[in-house]
């Protein structure tokens, strides 16, 4: 079946930097973006931007431009997400999720991975 | 960037009940192609976000058809029929009509 399989908890001190990954399956993997969504305790859910999986085009938000970057392994059928120079309110569940075209919405998403951010 | 306005922020539904919730956008999320970019969202606890409803009123595979949603290029809505039990979560709207995408605040519903 269609899945996004993420990698476990992070626990990481002020100034470090985290890689998340999102090893996708059950689907060709090129034919999907994949977006970046982070839930911090108590807020809503925010987007962070998408990595076109196929030709590795990335978009960011401007909140987390110069911080962040998405990568992808085609032979692995993964995508990362790094995010640098981490504050204590980057501590969040960051969720990747599969963006289907047709929708213009977001079919499928990973389980999260816990990024906690303390000194 | 486009700005997603939720209400209530909470709610307590009955069993066997209607709820409604709205998502109120600053602007149009009708794109030229007649679709309005907006999608529902549940989150469990526990759980990842699932989709519910898509392009503003079409229910996503597996979605009982208890939800329904609905709305002008501005006002949405997403209506639960009947409240379950299962149904609690917060449920959230997102347009995609343009970089950055947003979430609405959330609504959360209790039983």
């Known amino acids: 079946q269609v899945q996004l399989v993420q990698s476990g908890a992070e626990v990481k001190k002020p100034g470090a930097s985290v890689r998340v990954s999102c090893k996708a399956s059950g689907y060709t993997f090129t034919n999907y973006p994949i977006h970046w969504v982070r839930q911090a305790p108590g807020q809503t859910l925010e987007w962070m931007g998408w990595?076109?999986?196929?030709?590795?085009?990335?978009k960011y938000s401007q909140t987390f431009q110069g911080r962040v970057t998405f990568t992808r392994d085609t032979s692995t059928n993964t995508v990362y997400m790094e995010l640098r120079g981490l504050r204590s309110e980057d501590t969040a569940v960051y969720y990747c999720?599969?963006?289907?075209?047709?929708?213009?919405?977001?079919?499928?998403w990973g389980k999260g991975t816990t990024v906690s951010v303390s000194s | 960037d486009i700005v997603l306005t939720q209400s209530p922020l909470s709610l307590t539904a009955t069993p066997g009940e209607p709820a409604s919730i709205s998502c109120r956008s600053s602007q149009s999320l009708l794109h030229s192609n007649g679709y309005k970019y907006l999608s529902w969202y549940l989150l469990k606890p526990g759980q990842s976000p699932q989709l519910l409803i898509y392009l503003g009123s079409n229910r996503a595979s597996g979605v009982p058809d208890r939800f329904s949603g609905s709305g002008s290029g501005t006002d949405f809505t997403l209506k639960i029929s009947r409240v379950e039990a299962e149904d609690v979560g917060v449920y959230y709207c997102m347009h995609a009509l343009q970089n950055p995408f947003t979430f609405g605040g959330g609504t959360k519903v209790e039983i």
């Open positions: 990595i076109n999986a196929g030709n590795g085009y990335t």
């Open positions: 999720a599969r963006f289907f075209g047709d929708y213009e919405a977001m079919d499928v």
